[in-house]
């Protein structure tokens, strides 16, 4: 069955960097397009960017352009989050999705989804 | 831009059904998703494409889009439907993923 394991969640200062990951398995990680999905506490859903099979396109919200970015080891079956210069307002649970689109296509929707890892940027 | 509006809650006695909306300002043809989150859980996809339903998931979960509005409708509803209720599209015109702001599902 497909499992989505975060990890690298923590408490870290405000300006200072945190890198997520996401282990895949159960299904073949190399084809599908993934994605980061964030929730602050008490709030509603956020995309935080997407990654294509290949890695070569990438996609971001506007308020984490240049200062995160989103890759992939398919060798590994894992998807990264680099984050830097981290503000307050980054604090939130992270989520790894996965999208069912095909290789070919734009990135659609999530059919899977991890149970997250916390991040929490202190000032 | 799209920006896709919800209602912030929705009541419904048991066996009745609930209707979500999801409005956008700009569906752009695009097909809206749906997902179900309970408390201290992650999302579950509970319709996407409109209308289809995801294995697992069962019938009395519908949805469908017309011009502007997106509707999920879950029929006879059970008191383990109490959850929140996310409404989801890509935008094409600037390349991302936008989500309502979700809607709580109360059984009374």
């Known amino acids: 069955q497909v499992q989505l394991v975060e990890s690298g969640g923590g408490v870290v200062q405000s300006g200072r960097s945190l890198r997520l990951s996401c282990a895949a398995s159960g299904f073949s990680f190399s084809r599908y397009g993934m994605h980061w999905v964030r929730q602050a506490p008490g709030k509603g859903l956020e995309w935080v960017a997407g990654?294509?099979?290949?890695?070569?396109?990438?996609y971001y919200t506007d308020s984490v352009r240049g200062r995160f970015v989103i890759s992939r080891d398919n060798s590994k079956n894992t998807l990264y989050l680099q984050m830097t210069s981290l503000r307050g307002e980054d604090t939130a649970l992270y989520y790894c999705?996965?999208?069912?689109?095909?290789?070919?296509?734009?990135?659609?929707?999530?059919?899977?989804w991890g149970q997250g890892t916390l991040a929490t940027v202190s000032s | 831009s799209s920006v896709l509006t919800q209602p912030p809650s929705v009541s419904v006695a048991p066996g009745e059904a609930a209707r979500i909306t999801c409005r956008g300002d700009n569906f752009g043809g695009e097909r809206v998703h749906w997902y179900r989150q309970k408390p201290g859980q992650a999302p579950v996809l509970v319709i996407h494409?409109?209308?289809d339903r995801p294995s697992g998931i069962p019938e009395r979960f519908s949805g469908s889009n017309s011009g502007n509005t997106a509707t999920l409708t879950i029929s006879r509803v059970e008191a383990g439907d109490e959850a929140d209720y996310f409404c989801q599209v890509w935008d094409r015109n600037d390349d991302r993923v936008v989500f309502g702001g979700g809607t709580a599902l109360t059984v009374l």
């Open positions: 990654i294509s099979y290949d890695g070569y396109r990438s």
């Open positions: 999705a996965k999208d069912p689109s095909s290789a070919s296509s734009r990135p659609d929707r999530f059919d899977y």
């Open positions: 494409s409109d209308s």
